[in-house]
């Protein structure tokens, strides 16, 4: 085994250990010992079974997923818990994204501030950036939710798609304010000078040696255990608040909103609760994916991307269940992901059908997710995991298979 | 929902009235005339603000003669957004696809139809008018399939609006797909590179001979559509259906075939839709869907399942997206539909010409 292997090995564990501990069964303990030794087995194995390229592959394909996770995450807080219809994701994910690429940039100077303007660089540092970003969409979230939360649920299906519209409308024309139709560049990502052939200062020498093997594109590696920390807390945090009695009162507002009103409740006061609390997640999901892209612009935050795909995760995944919501990001970014060396493999019967279909091949992405969704809905629209209906670990009866 | 809940107490104190004076003040804001002022103001405060960014009075008049025109393309799309989600009750995210498959298609037909000589003082032949009279039951057909495929199994099963709701979001981006592997993603137009002069007219207002023909058609159709609805029996019965499903199938209406002629007949308006927007500017996938969110507004404004109001909603949302490109970045011209629809959302969600649910 070479150096750069037990590197990226020393890099895949927390992640293997974090996904050990969600999919592996049984009691807390065993499950923290299993989860570790599983996760070292696999942290050595992966690099001496894949070739290099296609672990860092793979390892960007979990990125990925897992910030479509946070997002789904934060969708599931709003729609499984309470019921709100939120078509708009992409407007709360792209004010995450552009608020905390705004936080820690640096303010373009001289010859470079004639090309790219934004409205202040504040070079604070990746997680302040992010905290920032999902209370600025926090505060959108508010903002909006006080017209449209009292809607029909219809009418917020159609006003939260307009307001995703109108956030996407700003940031493409407003220059002044995160560089309009250009992309936004140079997003810093946090502790990429690991990587750097001059390893960070502060890092001691025996730890620089043994990273040195590793260039800026194994950066990946490290985004990995970032997002997975993040994820992890988001879940725990999500699950804590389903179980809470703030959790439940949740479910009864959105299943049966009359009585959870007649029993004391303030309903409009939760519903918007739950809908900030989404909010604020899917801007740390907005900071988490500007950091990693480094360049963003209005049209990564497009209904498709940012909208619909983390719908037919959540809906993949079940509804109302955390878990579910994980799985469904993995599965269908895995999905989108194949499709494409699918479409890529089919090239040449492509070219049978048509000279142009090849090129418009991408399309065919759209088709298959666009199909998966209409599947879903008509075959199994409570998803792969069903919500968790048990509602207290102290109930005599309540088995939870309800 | 709290919604019914509000209404049917108005209903209650209007007989006993004790309420406070704030109570009826809100109730007040809160009535259809109160929503029609509110829209009234905002169009002259729209064209107030035009004229002191220094628009002149006949540029003013232009952009309203303009926002009229825009206003008949959008109608043509709400009229079948509205009666879908007035018989069906959900909203149909997918309509929007339907429009651009209309321009589309009218393109491809045209392809196959003689160019004949240009309609002066128009910019088209007859071939654009037959291409779009062939492709409106082909479209039809489309609509048809989907529901067939996807939106009949929920009725069957009775499923909430969600999954409707999602179910059509799926049908947009299918219908979508298929535009982009079809026809590409490049702008493409009916007629590339043809002139277009304005006409000359009285009041230095400069208007094509297109943009009358658009009204003029949007018009006819509307009309056409009303005299559907109100004199035939299958409108009749999709009225009734609109108000109430389960009493129209009691008495003897067959609910499946008024759902299709809906459908139908939505699609054919959209498909006219299509064709004058693409007429107007260019034919390129994302056409529908940038017109859905003015659609949606022109649907509420008017109240769902009211084509009349949806003309209406859909001609005060047209001339507020023209006018006020005199003073903010006409790229923002959706977002002030959106607007608009939020302000009627809020002030009374039944809108101008809806009715009263249950």
Redesign the interface.
């Known amino acids: 085994m070479q150096q750069i292997d037990l590197a990226r090995t020393a890099f895949l564990f927390l992640p293997l250990f974090l996904l050990g501990l969600l999919v592996l069964p049984g009691r807390a303990a065993l499950r923290i010992v299993l989860a570790l030794a599983i996760a070292a087995l696999v942290a050595f194995a992966l690099p001496l079974m894949l070739d290099r390229g296609t672990l860092t592959y793979l390892v960007s394909f979990s990125t990925m997923a897992g910030i479509y996770a946070i997002l789904s995450l934060g969708l599931n807080s709003q729609w499984g818990l309470a019921g709100h219809?939120n078509?708009g994701v992409a407007g709360f994910f792209a004010v995450g994204a552009f608020t905390s690429a705004l936080f820690t940039t640096t303010m373009p100077e001289g010859a470079l501030a004639a090309y790219s303007q934004q409205a202040f660089g504040l070079q604070w540092p990746f997680l302040v950036g992010v905290v920032m970003a999902g209370i600025l969409a926090a505060i959108v979230g508010f903002l909006i939710s006080i017209?449209?939360l009292?809607?029909?649920?219809?009418?917020l299906?159609?006003?939260t798609?307009?307001?995703a519209?109108?956030i996407r409308?700003i940031f493409?024309?407003e220059r002044w304010l995160a560089n309009g139709p250009q992309p936004m560049r140079g997003i810093p990502r946090p502790f990429d000078c690991l990587f750097k052939d001059p390893a960070c200062s502060w890092l001691p020498s025996g730890a620089a040696e043994f990273l040195s093997p590793l260039s800026p594109r194994d950066y990946v590696f490290f985004y990995l255990i970032v997002v997975s920390l993040i994820l992890a807390v988001v879940f725990i945090a999500l699950e804590r608040i389903s179980r809470s009695p703030w959790g439940r009162m949740l479910r009864a507002v959105r299943d049966e909103?009359n009585s959870a009103?007649m029993n004391g409740k303030n309903?409009t006061r939760r519903r918007i609760e739950s809908f900030v609390v989404g909010s604020f997640i899917m801007g740390v999901g907005g900071a988490v994916y500007a950091h990693y892209v480094v360049s963003i612009d209005y049209s990564h935050f497009n209904?498709?991307f940012a909208t619909?795909i983390v719908?037919v995760m959540l809906?993949l995944g079940g509804s109302g269940n955390n878990k579910g919501a994980i799985i469904g990001a993995f599965a269908v970014w895995g999905v989108w992901s194949g499709a494409a060396f699918m479409i890529d493999a089919a090239s040449p019967a492509l070219q049978l059908i048509s000279d142009?279909?090849p090129s418009?091949g991408a399309?065919?992405r759209?088709?298959l997710?666009?199909?998966l969704?209409?599947l879903i809905?008509?075959y199994r629209?409570q998803g792969i995991l069903k919500e968790r209906k048990k509602v207290s670990d102290f109930m005599p009866g309540d088995t939870g298979k309800d | 929902m709290s919604m019914h809940d509000a209404t049917g107490d108005a209903a209650v104190a209007r007989r006993v009235d004790d309420r406070s004076a704030g109570e009826r003040m809100v109730a007040a804001l809160r009535s259809r005339t109160a929503l029609a002022i509110a829209l009234a103001l905002t169009l002259v405060a729209f064209w107030g603000l035009g004229y002191r960014e220094g628009a002149s009075g006949s540029d003013l008049l232009s952009l309203t003669i303009w926002g009229v025109m825009l206003g008949g393309i959008i109608a043509l799309g709400a009229i079948g957004l509205t009666l879908v989600y007035g018989v069906l009750k959900f909203p149909n995210f997918a309509h929007g696809e339907l429009v651009s498959f209309g321009a589309y298609g009218t393109f491809t037909i045209m392809a196959f139809l003689p160019a004949g000589a240009i309609l002066r003082p128009f910019s088209f032949g007859w071939e654009l008018l037959a291409g779009m009279v062939v492709t409106m039951p082909l479209v039809a057909l489309i609509a048809l399939a989907v529901d067939r495929v996807l939106f009949r199994p929920l009725r069957v099963r009775d499923a909430s609006l969600v999954l409707f709701a999602m179910a059509s979001l799926a049908a947009s981006f299918f219908l979508r797909s298929v535009i982009y592997l079809v026809w590409g993603s490049d702008f493409m137009f009916f007629y590339p590179g043809r002139s277009n002069p304005a006409l000359s007219l009285p009041l230095d207002i400069r208007i094509q001979a297109d943009q009358l023909f658009v009204f003029l058609l949007a018009a006819i159709l509307v009309a056409l559509t009303w005299i559907l609805l109100s004199r035939t029996r299958m409108g009749k019965a999709m009225r009734a259906t609109a108000n109430n499903p389960d009493l129209a199938q009691v008495r003897g209406i067959n609910t499946e075939r008024v759902i299709a002629a809906t459908w139908a007949l939505g699609a054919s308006l959209a498909v006219a839709g299509g064709v004058m927007y693409g007429l107007a500017s260019q034919l390129r996938p994302e056409m529908g869907w940038f017109l859905l969110l003015p659609m949606f507004a022109a649907v509420i404004m008017g109240g769902i399942g009211s084509p009349m109001g949806a003309i209406v909603g859909a001609i005060i949302i047209g001339i507020a997206q023209q006018v006020s490109s005199s003073f903010i970045n006409p790229a923002y011209g959706p977002g002030v539909s959106f607007i608009l629809m939020v302000v009627v959302l809020v002030l009374q969600p039944m809108g101008l010409f809806g009715q009263k649910e249950d």
Do not use: H, K, S
């Open positions: 219809v078509f017209p449209v009292r809607l029909r649920t219809d009418f299906a159609i006003a798609l307009g307001i519209e109108v409308f493409q024309n909103e009103a309903v209904p498709l619909f719908w809906m142009d279909l418009r399309y065919l759209w088709m997710v666009a199909l969704l209409g809905v008509l629209p």
